[in-house]
T-cell receptor
Framework: LAKTTQPISMDSYEGQEVNITCSHN???????ITWYQQFPSQGPRFIIQ???TKVTNEVASLFIPADRKSSTLSLPRVSLSDTAVYYC?????????????FGAGTRLAVHP | DTGVSQDPRHKITKRGQNVTFRCDPI?????LYWYRQTLGQGPEFLTY????????KSRLLSDRFSAERPKGSFSTLEIQRTEQGDSAMYLC????????????FGPGTRLTVL
């Protein structure tokens, strides 16, 4: 499974847009890019997934350039409740199941 | 609430004791996963079930660890002769054909071994 690199931590303020970039230089053709969010003392929660170009849902947008060697999670107008750890994962549903490989994630702190 | 429940939420035990955790996945999900998470790290895959069959085990799962999913519904994770290094959050997740690549995680069981 492809290894991912993302910043260890980021700080932002309420109302700002936050962009977290993840590098995955060795992404394979069949790999998808998935982002999870985790609050303290809770399990991770799926945010968004994409294969190429741009994906948007009610929570975030995911931008993937043509070479797919990186991706950017965009959180519009963050609030204090967006303070969490964000994980970028790359992988394929090989063999019909999905063994998630997490890195250390990016700790986002949103300040008033 | 994701629909995946775990019990207990917290467990404190003494070194050398056995502990057992339970996970109840979303009922229509046939795939169930166990992960372990230590402080400051992302979750690490431990094992995977499809229905009642355990199809993959990580090398992290030493012979002191055993997991079961007897009827393809709930699952248990047992740790025998606990060690202080077993202290961690143990997370359960499930998915199925309807959920595509999204896994639904439970709240976890936090184990502290004294």
């Amino acid at each position: 499974l492809a290894k991912t690199t993302q910043p260890i931590s980021m700080d932002s303020y309420e109302g700002q847009e936050v962009n977290i970039t993840c590098s995955h230089n060795n992404i394979a053709t069949n790999d998808y890019i998935t982002w999870y969010q985790q609050f303290p003392s809770q399990g991770p929660r799926f945010i968004i997934q994409g294969y190429k170009t741009k994906v948007t849902n009610e929570v975030a947008s995911l931008f993937i350039p043509a070479d797919r060697k990186s991706s950017t999670l965009s959180l519009p107008r963050v609030s204090l409740s967006d303070t969490a750890v964000y994980y970028c994962l790359v992988g394929d549903k090989a063999g019909g199941y999905n063994k998630l490989i997490f890195g250390a994630g990016t700790r986002l702190a949103v300040h008033p | 609430d994701t629909g995946v429940s775990q019990d207990p939420r917290h467990k404190i035990t003494k070194r050398g004791q056995n502990v057992t955790f339970r996970c109840d996945p979303i009922s229509e999900h046939n795939r169930l996963y166990w992960y372990r998470q230590t402080l400051g790290q992302g979750p690490e895959f431990l094992t995977y079930f499809q229905n009642e069959a355990q199809l993959e085990k990580s090398r992290l799962l030493s012979d002191r660890f055993s997991a079961e999913r007897p009827k393809g519904s709930f699952s248990t994770l047992e740790i025998q002769r606990t060690e202080q290094g077993d202290s961690a959050m143990y997370l359960c997740a499930s998915d199925g054909t309807s959920s595509y690549n999204e896994q639904f995680f439970g709240p976890g069981t936090r184990l502290t071994v004294l």
